[in-house]
């Protein structure tokens, strides 16, 4: 007898292994749809929407892209009549897109979600009456959003989508991978004569908060407290400011730039780290901070993005106000001067991601909702997995 056949998806996302594949949360968000999970519950269709991110690529080449994306869809469609359709998008031209080809899907008959990923997605919506027009009619219109946080909830509630279509699909990590650097990290006390480390992780561009660290480092550097050091590690504009600075002499002694580190020189970071630090100015939901709990690493960021949801400030980590750099200071001072103190985070932190953002926890979030079964946990809010700390989070602020 054969076995039934399995319904059909139509995954409207980046191909994680294509010329211009993602990093982060956008690449852990891809495996999970195309992964062997969601296999094994749907026969699954990828219509690639990679573009490049530096340099950003020009209308026309845009132009192309939107229209080959269309051709594909419309393909699917006719072949394939999908079951289930899911797209992720950022916010501008490129939400209008995917969300008008979840439309095309919707009238062949699939159930369609879309999950906005952009750090960028707030300021959007607050400067743009024809994007809020445009995000509540789709919120009337496909079945449902797979937001970044409970944050990112409130944000496109607010905007007039129904609750009752707001799930939250958190970023998450398989923390199994890195469980032996936390392993490792079990008294994680700074050696005698080796400086405290703090590390930078991701894109160096000025929207990460660079220019603000930068500044901390040598106003920390000028004062009294134990020896500390901030590796940066990551490309950019920014890195590349830095990389003349050094040239010029004139960088802090105390930075030290890595470039793009990936792989094995990637873990060997985190795990000499003491510290992650993202003082980021905008952020959907940086993985990096998944990455960096996973290896019991405290964290010091602010409270942008789905952020506030993630670090607990004063338990795993510190939050300082976007663009202080005295608060940033008090934050860097504090995990320095205090070992003890900084351990505990670390290991609260720990627990926190293998508690509510390990990978099996959103894959199988993913899957019941792409087959219609509601919430894991229950709630409008996205239930267990889905972290709620509420406005009270985006206020805290780091103390020395």
Known sequence: MRPPMKPRLLAIVPDPDGAFAQAGGVLSATRAVLGPEVRAAFEVDLVDTTMRAFPKPDLRERLTGAARRGAEVAGHIARHRPDVAVAFCSEGTSFYEKSSLLLLAKAAGARTFLSPRSGRAEAWLQRSAAARRWVAQMGGAIDGFLVQSEGWRQVYAAAGVPGRKLHVWPNTVDTAAWAPIAAARRDPGVPRGRPFRFLFLGWAIEAKGLGELRKAVEVLAARPGPPFELAVAGDGAAGEALR??????????????????????RDRELARADALVLPTHVDGFPNVILEAMACGLPVIATPVGAIPDVVVSGETGLLVPVREVESLVAAMDRLRRHPEETRAMGRAGLDRVRSRFDRALGVARLVSLLQGHGDVGGGEAGGAQGVNVGEAGRSQEASS
């Open 244 to 265: 003349k600075e050094a040239g010029r002499g004139r960088l802090p002694r105390a930075i030290s730039l890595l470039g793009w580190v990936k792989g094995e020189a």
